[in-house]
């Protein structure tokens, strides 16, 4: 191969589409008020009340826009709200994403420890965990963590209903000439294939 070849190769460029994050996504991988009560009681710690930080936000996210109702236009506070509520689900996403990493990790050091042919997984000295105890308190933190993020963003979402009227959705950048950009990267492709 050629080295211009490989320029032409390392310049062709790969565009990632990114989906954008709904509140869908948040149920799906933060866990419900049922399954956090069963984390706390299975690991002692404290139940959180769900449904006053789902209220405690949407309360506080319709002060706010009342607050700033005569300062904005309509359109100008569903922007802001929109990029608040963004953010309130961003959060409690990527605390989703983290917890779904923390099983995982707990679920494969308790598949080792199970193994009695191994050395490195063993308890631990008297009075200590074992790694893979530790490794599920912290993925039962980490789920707690998740669904207290879930409910601020499902009250933020619920607050944004009832101020704009009509239901959250992500906000997505509309590209401005959509064909020029699939008829310019068919036309590097079709560059590098040439050499």
């Avoid at 990632?16 to 509140?23: A, F, I, M, P, Y």
């Avoid at 707990?106 to 200590?128: C, H, Q, S, Y």
């Avoid at 308190?137 to 009227?165: D, K, P, T, W």
């Amino acid at each position: 191969m050629s080295s211009s070849t490989r320029s032409t190769k390392a310049k062709a460029r790969v565009v990632q589409l990114r989906k954008s994050t709904t509140l869908e996504m948040v149920r799906l991988c933060c866990p419900n008020g049922r399954q956090a009560t069963l984390i706390s009681e299975s690991f002692g710690l404290s139940i959180l009340d769900s449904d006053g930080i789902r209220e405690f936000h949407e309360r506080s996210l319709t002060e706010s826009a009342d607050t700033l109702s005569e300062g904005l236009s309509e359109k100008a506070m569903q922007i802001h709200l929109q990029r608040i509520v963004g953010s309130h689900v961003g959060s409690a996403i990527g605390a989703g994403q983290f917890y779904s990493k923390a099983v995982t990790e707990a679920k494969n050091a308790t598949a080792k420890l199970a193994n009695d042919t191994r050395d490195e997984d063993i308890d631990g000295p008297v009075g200590f965990d074992s790694k893979a105890q530790r490794k599920r308190e912290f993925a039962a933190e980490m789920g707690l963590q998740a669904h207290a993020l879930r409910m601020a963003a499902e009250g933020a979402v619920a607050a944004y209903e009832h101020i704009v009227g009509e239901s959250w959705k992500p906000y997505e950048r509309q590209t401005e000439n959509p064909g020029q950009t699939v008829n310019r990267q068919a036309a590097d492709l079709q560059m590098a294939a040439l050499g």
